[in-house]
């Protein structure tokens, strides 16, 4: 299996501009979160998706950010506009059922620069 | 609400020596509790888990954790540290109502001197 995969690894851009981090849960997994990793706030759940569904985005920071799962094996996070402070590292998961004792299977992670 | 406190941002040991990393929750019924490690650059892999099946769980690459209700805590422990224990290591607590949110604590740093 290879994983919960993202893309990009890093991406470095300037203020203003549209980011798109993008993520592939593991074959199967019905649930996938988005997280944010900074050194002043810690790890943050940002979204999750049940089956392609949003179940709750309270955790999105604010109207800049939005996330879609248009189908089982793809999801993307949009930032626009970028601003600096959405400088992290962000991460996306993925979890096979509802059982609430299932494993979060984490990804690599997208280093965000927003210069 | 629910909460988890990792006690100690950095934590040195040498190698050979016990690592022992604080967790402490809070939480109106015991929740689901997890350790996750998290090696530069990469994201975070699961250490072990308690599900209430049992109070002493053991994980991967020799650690263990012990689930203690009276004290509301989660402590992380392996008898003898290696060069390669060097990571990020977190905290997380899972309610038991099926929200599948997990809670992490802010992490603590573990640094391991030959």
């Known amino acids: 299996d290879a994983g919960v995969i993202q893309s990009p690894r890093h991406e470095v851009t300037e203020m203003g501009q549209e980011v798109t981090l993008r993520c592939k849960p593991i074959?199967?997994?019905?649930?996938l979160f988005w997280y944010r990793q900074t050194m002043m706030r810690g790890l943050e759940l940002l979204i999750y998706f049940n089956n392609n569904v949003p179940i709750d985005d309270s955790g999105m920071p604010e109207d800049r950010f939005s996330a879609k799962m248009p189908n089982a094996s793809f999801s993307t996070l949009k930032i626009q506009p970028s601003e600096p402070r959405d400088s992290a590292v962000y991460f996306c998961?993925?979890?096979?059922?509802?059982?609430?004792?299932?494993?979060?299977?984490f990804g690599p992670g997208t280093r965000l620069t927003v210069l | 609400a629910q909460s988890v406190t990792q006690l100690g941002s950095h934590v040195s040991v040498s190698e050979g020596a016990l690592v022992l990393l604080r967790c402490n929750y809070s939480?109106?019924?015991?929740?689901?509790l997890f350790w996750y490690v998290q090696y530069p650059n990469q994201g975070l892999q699961l250490l072990l888990k308690?599900?209430?099946?049992?109070?002493l769980v053991k994980g991967i690459n020799g650690f263990e954790a012990e689930f203690k209700k009276s004290e509301t805590s989660f402590h992380l422990t392996k008898l003898s540290a290696h060069m390669s224990d060097a990571a990020e290591y977190f905290c997380a607590v899972s309610s038991r109502s099926g929200t599948y949110k997990y809670i992490f604590g802010t992490g603590t740093r573990l640094k391991v001197l030959a």
């Open positions: 308690y599900t209430s099946a049992a109070t």
């Open positions: 998961a993925s979890k096979p059922s509802a059982v609430s004792t299932d494993t979060q299977y």
């Open positions: 939480s109106s019924v015991p929740p689901y």
């Open positions: 074959s199967g997994h019905d649930y």
